[in-house]
C-alpha cells in the first residue's frame, strides 16, 4: 500500500476544500442537533462568564459554580470576547460554541488521515461522528459533543489533536521532537479549557504509546513503529496520571457530602441499567474486530489505535469498579473514571465511519443519503423530544419560545441586581423548563437546587453543608404558604420568589394574603416578590 498518498502535503485547493467541507459539517451538526444557550451544565460556565464581566453579580451564591469554573480559562475567554468586540454574551458563547464543534470535527479529520488512506473514509467518519453528536456515552451522562458550549468539546479537540501527532506513518519510525513539543502543547491548552479531559488525554496517549510488546507477545511485531525508547517516560507518566485522584482519598468529607454524591447515579456502576452495561462491552468488542480489519487493511495506525482503546476500554473499567464499588473508595466516585469512554466512543465511531466509506459508502451519493439521513432524522427526533418548549436553535437575540427563559430575562432586567431568588429545588426538570440554568439566565442568585449544585458539591465537598441546609430549607415546595415565604426571608435573605403556573399558585387577592407581589407572569411562571 502506497502511505505516500496519505501524507502528501496538501495543497492550497485540498486544504480550502477541507474547510469549506468543516464548515458545512458544523453547520449541519447545528441543524440537527440544535443549539441552547443556559442549560443543562451552561448552569455552571455562564453564570462564571457573567460575574468575570460584572462582579457585583451572584453575592448570596458564587460558591455553588465558582469552584468548578476558577481552574479554567473559558469563561475568561468568552468574557474577553465580549470586551474585544463589544457585543453581547450571548453571540459570543454561540461563537465560541461553533468554534468549537469547527476544531472538534477537524480534530477528528486529523486522526482520520492517519489511520485511512481514502477521502471517502475519512470523510464518512468525520461525517458518521457529526451525525452522532448528541448519542449517549453509555451511563456516563455525557454525549459526544452537547448541544451548548461547553469546554469539554474543546478540550477534546486539543486531545484529537496531540493524538494524531502519536499515531505511526511510514515516514518516521517515531514521533519526532517537533511532534513532542506539539503533543505537550495540545495536552496544556486542554488542561487550561477542561482539566478533567485533560486528565482522560493524558491517559489516552499513555496507552497509544506504552510498549505493550514487552507484555504482549502478538504485540510485538504489530507495534514496530511505536518508539522503544519513550518506555521509561512512559511509565512515569502512566504512574503519576494514575495516581493524580489519590490524594483525595485523605481528604475529609462532611456528612451531608455523601448525601449529594448519592444523587448522581452516574457515578456508580451498579445502578447502570442493563442497556448502559452493554454500551461499555461492545464497544471492546468492536474496536477489537476494527484492530482485525486494520491489519487486514495494512494500516498499521488503525490496527494499534484499535487495539489500544480496547485496552484501554478494559483497563477504564476496572479501575472504575474498584473505584466506585467499594464504599471504602467512595471519595473517588466524583473523578467519574468511566467517562474516559467519551473519548473512547468519539474515536470508535470515527473508526466505524471510515470502515463504512471504505468498503459501502465508497462514492455512490446514494448509499450516503440512505445511512446519513435517516440517522439525521433520528437524532433531530431526539433533541425536540429533550427540549420540545423550546425552539430547537436558541439564536441569539430571539425569543426562545420559553416560558421559564421569558421569566427569566425579565428577572435580569426588573429586579436589583443583589436580589436573592427561592424557587422549586427541583424547577431545571419541571415540565416546560428544559433544563434552562436560573442563575446564567436571569443573572440573578438563588438558593440550592437539588439537580445541578450537587454536581458541584460533590468535586468541593466544603459546600456541602451550605448545600444541604438550603435545599432542607425548601422541602414541600409545592404547599408553601405566606409564613414559609417569610422564614425563607429571614433566614436566607430570600426576598423573590418563582411559582410554576398551576392550581395551587396564588394570584390576585389570594397573592396578597400570603404576602407576596407578582409583577409578572407568563403561561409558565409567576415571579413574585416576598414584602
Keep these: 500500500m502506497d502511505y505516500s498518498r496519505l501524507y502528501k502535503p496538501a495543497g492550497l485547493p485540498l486544504a480550502v476544500r477541507s474547510i469549506a467541507v468543516l464548515l458545512l459539517l458544523t453547520a449541519a451538526a447545528l441543524a440537527v442537533h440544535g443549539y441552547h444557550i443556559g442549560v443543562e451544565d451552561q448552569a455552571i460556565y455562564l453564570p462564571a462568564v457573567k460575574l468575570d464581566l460584572d462582579s457585583?453579580?451572584?453575592?448570596?451564591?458564587?460558591?455553588?459554580?465558582?469552584?468548578?469554573?476558577?481552574?479554567?480559562?473559558?469563561?475568561?475567554?468568552?468574557a474577553a470576547t465580549v470586551r474585544t468586540?463589544?457585543?453581547?454574551?450571548?453571540?459570543?458563547?454561540?461563537?465560541?460554541?461553533?468554534?468549537s464543534l469547527f476544531l472538534f470535527l477537524f480534530g477528528c479529520l486529523q486522526v482520520a488521515r492517519r489511520i485511512f488512506l481514502r477521502e471517502c473514509a475519512r470523510w464518512a467518519g468525520v461525517s458518521l461522528v457529526t451525525t452522532l453528536l448528541t448519542i449517549p456515552v453509555t451511563g456516563t451522562a455525557l454525549y459526544l459533543i452537547d448541544q451548548y458550549l461547553h469546554p469539554r468539546a474543546l478540550a477534546t479537540a486539543f486531545i484529537l489533536f496531540a493524538a494524531a501527532e502519536l499515531l505511526p506513518d511510514e515516514r518516521k519510525a517515531r514521533t519526532t521532537l517537533a511532534g513532542w513539543v506539539r503533543i505537550a502543547l495540545w495536552v496544556v491548552l486542554a488542561a487550561l479549557v477542561h482539566i478533567q479531559m485533560a486528565f482522560f488525554g493524558v491517559l489516552l496517549l499513555v496507552f497509544l504509546v506504552f510498549p505493550f510488546e514487552e507484555i504482549f507477545p502478538w504485540e510485538r511485531q504489530a507495534d514496530r513503529h511505536i518508539d522503544a525508547e519513550v518506555g521509561s517516560e512512559v511509565g512515569v507518566l502512566a504512574a503519576a496520571t494514575l495516581l493524580m485522584p489519590l490524594g483525595t482519598l485523605f481528604q475529609s468529607a462532611p456528612p451531608e457530602w455523601r448525601e449529594a454524591m448519592l444523587t448522581r447515579s452516574q457515578h456508580f456502576l451498579l445502578r447502570w441499567e442493563w442497556y448502559e452495561w452493554l454500551g461499555v462491552f461492545a464497544p471492546?468488542?468492536?474496536?477489537?474486530?476494527?484492530?482485525?480489519?486494520?491489519?487486514?487493511?495494512?494500516?498499521?495506525?488503525?490496527?494499534?489505535?484499535?487495539?489500544?482503546?480496547?485496552?484501554?476500554?478494559?483497563?477504564v473499567f476496572v479501575?472504575?469498579?474498584?473505584?466506585?464499588?467499594?464504599?471504602?473508595?467512595?471519595?473517588?466516585?466524583?473523578?467519574?473514571?468511566?467517562?474516559?469512554?467519551?473519548?473512547?466512543?468519539?474515536?470508535?465511531?470515527?473508526?466505524?465511519?471510515?470502515?463504512?466509506?471504505?468498503?459501502?459508502?465508497?462514492?455512490?451519493?446514494?448509499?450516503?443519503?440512505?445511512?446519513?439521513?435517516?440517522?439525521?432524522?433520528?437524532?433531530?427526533?431526539?433533541?425536540?423530544?429533550?427540549?420540545?418548549?423550546?425552539?430547537?436553535?436558541?439564536?441569539?437575540?430571539?425569543?426562545?419560545?420559553?416560558?421559564?427563559?421569558?421569566?427569566?430575562?425579565?428577572?435580569?432586567?426588573?429586579?436589583?441586581?443583589?436580589?436573592?431568588?427561592?424557587?422549586?429545588?427541583?424547577?431545571?426538570?419541571?415540565?416546560?423548563?428544559?433544563?434552562?440554568?436560573?442563575?446564567?439566565?436571569?443573572?440573578?442568585?438563588?438558593?440550592?437546587?437539588?439537580?445541578?449544585?450537587?454536581?458541584?458539591?460533590?468535586?468541593?465537598?466544603?459546600?456541602?453543608?451550605?448545600?444541604?441546609?438550603?435545599?432542607?430549607?425548601?422541602d414541600g415546595w409545592a404547599g408553601f404558604n405566606g409564613g414559609d415565604f417569610h422564614r425563607l426571608h429571614t433566614d436566607f435573605g430570600v426576598n423573590w420568589v418563582i411559582l410554576a403556573v398551576s392550581s395551587r399558585t396564588p394570584s390576585g387577592a389570594d397573592s396578597a394574603k400570603k404576602g407576596l407581589d407578582c409583577p409578572y407572569r407568563n403561561s409558565a411562571v409567576f415571579v413574585c416578590k416576598v414584602e
Aim: proline letters at 6%.
Design 85 to 99: 468586540t463589544h457585543g453581547s454574551v450571548e453571540w459570543a458563547v454561540f461563537a465560541w460554541h461553533v468554534g
Design 56 to 78: 457585583s453579580l451572584y453575592s448570596h451564591d458564587r460558591e455553588f459554580f465558582l469552584p468548578q469554573t476558577r481552574p479554567t480559562l473559558i469563561d475568561e475567554a468568552v
Design 284 to 315: 471492546m468488542a468492536l474496536l477489537w474486530w476494527f484492530a482485525l480489519i486494520g491489519k487486514r487493511m495494512e494500516s498499521p495506525a488503525l490496527a494499534l489505535l484499535c487495539r489500544r482503546l480496547t485496552y484501554l476500554a478494559i483497563f
Design 319 to 474: 479501575g472504575a469498579a474498584i473505584t466506585t464499588i467499594p464504599s471504602r473508595f467512595e471519595r473517588l466516585t466524583p473523578f467519574q473514571p468511566m467517562r474516559m469512554f467519551h473519548l473512547i466512543y468519539v474515536l470508535m465511531f470515527l473508526v466505524m465511519g471510515g470502515l463504512l466509506g471504505e468498503y459501502v459508502l465508497q462514492k455512490k451519493v446514494w448509499r450516503w443519503v440512505a445511512l446519513f439521513l435517516p440517522i439525521c432524522a433520528g437524532m433531530f427526533y431526539a433533541q425536540r423530544e429533550l427540549f420540545p418548549s423550546t425552539r430547537h436553535i436558541e439564536w441569539p437575540g430571539r425569543s426562545t419560545g420559553n416560558g421559564w427563559v421569558e421569566a427569566f430575562a425579565w428577572v435580569r432586567k426588573n429586579t436589583p441586581k443583589d436580589a436573592f431568588f427561592a424557587m422549586d429545588p427541583h424547577y431545571i426538570s419541571s415540565n416546560g423548563e428544559d433544563y434552562h440554568g436560573f442563575r446564567g439566565l436571569a443573572e440573578r442568585g438563588q438558593m440550592a437546587d437539588r439537580d445541578k449544585d450537587p454536581g458541584v458539591v460533590t468535586l468541593f465537598p466544603a459546600i456541602a453543608p451550605l448545600w444541604h441546609r438550603q435545599v432542607y430549607a425548601l
